[in-house]
């Protein structure tokens, strides 16, 4: 799907795609449903698809902050679990978030495990 034919995200907000859950394991086993669905809720990784106009300024005065942005679409970022509106396109996993959402930007998603 072309970024133009998903939905546009404003003010603050940031679409994001989720990975999809791995269908084998490294050692080529095919995983059950419960174990796709174990990973993909443990994840917080994402890849920015798409940045509001509004993202990484304030909101009351529309300055940027002086931080600057925080991530760029391609970025790998780290998300709270609980926070995003979801999506389901041509069965990719989107979602938005809100700019402060983001807790950290990575390389590589496939290196995080998190714990509870």
Known sequence: MELKDLPQPQGWHILIKKPKPKDKSVGGILLPDMA??????????????????????????????????????GDWVVIPRYTQFKMLIDDEDYRFIND?????????????????
């Open 100 to 116: 402060d959402e983001i807790i950290a930007v990575i390389n590589d998603p496939t290196v995080m495990k998190v714990y509870t």
């Open 36 to 73: 796709k669905d174990a990973e993909d809720y443990l994840s917080v990784c994402a890849q920015v698809v798409a940045i509001g106009p509004m993202c990484w300024c304030d909101k009351a005065t529309g300055e940027p902050w002086a931080t600057g942005p925080w991530a760029k679409p």
